[in-house]
């Protein structure tokens, strides 16, 4: 076995396609019956460059064989949250299923400590786990649990369409009362993109984030460059937003779908500002846009997202809605130094 240096803009295609192989032995663990997308457009997805940060990957290879992969993330300078968040790095590390207790994962984590000994600015490691293997590797190494959650997925079977209908004709009383109105849009537009941004950033640090100590940040220039890539992946984000009155935005909510994989889709943030909440508003987002987007793809078999285990609002709101656990997890921390000093 040995640890490569791995650049998807450079590598070979048939390499890519071995780590897509390796990837889907992990995922069959948790997910046996979800269908493998077509790999040409994986490795669009796999090659997309983001600025915002910079990614370092190694792949374990037995012969020509990938059986273990491992990255980095850290914010590049371009980012618009690089100060705040630039002593965290991100890192991930896998095994395939049948090479584990080999010290494989130890190897690939040499690999990401050196790595990050050229940002000095580091201080801070931060990586999740769902497997039990997982969960033990991180806390052997000190990771201390940050944060729980779960992935938890609503099928179009279990919804209940009298409940959401209810939510809505609350959210329209309260509009007629109060003059607030919902917009929909699937590209933000120009004329609100910087209340639109401010609001986003807002309820995104807003949601329980565990020692996460930096600062989600998210700009005009930044979104539209996220749009960019999104328009490029062939993903659709729909959004609905409330207005009120006066003009303020006051809540948002989103789903991100693609028909490379049509039989589900993505609920991503929903966020109420504080000044504007215990009126529903929350509600009647969620449910609008759920009862647009399936009038739109009904073929869609379930709605995946993703709650901290303290995020008791959105939880109470996504159990109501029919949302379910499917796979659960934690977020580690690590202190830098103490963990080069485990690895040595």
């Given at each position: 076995?040995?640890?490569?240096?791995?650049?998807?803009?450079?590598?070979?295609?048939?390499?890519?396609?071995?780590?897509?192989?390796?990837s889907?032995?992990?995922?069959?663990?948790?997910?046996?019956?979800?269908?493998?997308?077509d790999?040409?457009?994986?490795?669009?997805?796999?090659?997309?460059?983001n600025?915002?940060?910079e990614?370092?990957?190694?792949?374990?290879?037995?012969?020509?064989?990938?059986?273990?992969?491992?990255?980095?993330?850290?914010?590049?300078?371009?980012?618009?949250?690089?100060?705040?968040?630039?002593?965290?790095?991100?890192?991930?590390?896998?095994?395939?299923?049948?090479?584990?207790?080999?010290?494989?994962?130890?190897?690939?984590?040499?690999?990401?400590?050196?790595?990050?000994?050229?940002?000095?600015?580091?201080?801070?490691?931060?990586?999740?786990?769902?497997?039990?293997?997982?969960?033990?590797?991180?806390e052997?190494?000190?990771?201390?649990?940050?944060?729980?959650?779960?992935?938890?997925?609503?099928?179009?079977?279990?919804?209940?369409?009298?409940?959401m209908?209810?939510?809505?004709?609350?959210?329209?009383?309260?509009?007629?009362?109060?003059?607030?109105?919902?917009?929909?849009?699937?590209?933000?537009?120009?004329?609100?993109?910087?209340a639109?941004?401010?609001?986003?950033?807002?309820?995104?640090?807003?949601?329980?984030?565990?020692?996460?100590?930096?600062?989600?940040?998210?700009?005009?220039?930044?979104?539209?460059?996220?749009?960019?890539?999104?328009?490029?992946?062939?993903?659709?984000?729909?959004?609905?937003i409330?207005?009120?009155k006066?003009?303020?935005?006051?809540?948002?909510?989103?789903i991100?779908?693609?028909?490379?994989?049509?039989?589900?889709?993505?609920?991503?943030?929903?966020?109420?500002?504080?000044?504007?909440?215990?009126?529903?508003?929350?509600k009647w987002?969620?449910?609008?846009?759920?009862?647009?987007?399936?009038?739109?793809?009904?073929?869609?078999?379930?709605?995946?997202?993703?709650?901290?285990?303290?995020?008791?609002?959105?939880?109470?709101?996504?159990?109501?809605?029919?949302?379910?656990?499917?796979?659960?997890?934690?977020?580690?921390?690590?202190?830098?130094?103490?963990?080069?000093?485990?690895?040595?």
């Amino acid at each position: 076995m040995e640890i490569i240096s791995f650049d998807p803009e450079k590598a070979e295609d048939e390499l890519c396609f071995k780590l897509f192989e390796h990837s889907d032995l992990i995922k069959k663990e948790t997910d046996p019956d979800d269908p493998i997308p077509d790999r040409n457009w994986r490795l669009l997805m796999l090659r997309q460059k983001n600025p915002e940060i910079e990614v370092h990957r190694w792949l374990a290879m037995e012969e020509d064989k990938v059986v273990g992969d491992a990255q980095t993330v850290i914010v590049s300078k371009e980012a618009p949250n690089y100060e705040t968040d630039k002593h965290i790095m991100w890192m991930s590390v896998r095994t395939s299923p049948d090479y584990r207790h080999r010290g494989i994962g130890t190897e690939l984590l040499k690999h990401c400590i050196k790595n990050a000994e050229g940002y000095p600015e580091v201080k801070k490691v931060m990586g999740g786990a769902h497997h039990e293997l997982g969960k033990k590797f991180a806390e052997k190494l000190g990771g201390k649990t940050s944060m729980s959650g779960s992935e938890n997925r609503l099928r179009i079977e279990e919804i209940d369409w009298n409940l959401m209908d209810s939510w809505i004709a609350d959210g329209e009383k309260l509009g007629a009362a109060e003059g607030v109105k919902i917009r929909y849009f699937e590209k933000v537009p120009d004329d609100i993109i910087e209340a639109y941004t401010k609001i986003y950033s807002e309820t995104m640090n807003q949601q329980p984030l565990g020692d996460y100590d930096g600062e989600i940040k998210v700009t005009p220039k930044s979104l539209r460059e996220d749009e960019k890539r999104r328009e490029e992946q062939g993903t659709l984000n729909q959004t609905m937003i409330t207005v009120e009155k006066d003009g303020t935005i006051s809540g948002l909510t989103e789903i991100f779908s693609n028909s490379q994989v049509p039989h589900k889709a993505f609920q991503g943030l929903t966020g109420v500002d504080q000044r504007y909440r215990g009126r529903g508003l929350g509600k009647w987002l969620k449910a609008s846009l759920l009862k647009d987007f399936f009038d739109r793809y009904p073929d869609v078999k379930y709605i995946t997202t993703g709650n901290a285990t303290t995020n008791a609002p959105m939880l109470s709101i996504n159990t109501r809605m029919g949302f379910k656990p499917f796979l659960t997890g934690n977020e580690y921390t690590f202190n830098f130094q103490n963990l080069k000093d485990q690895v040595k």
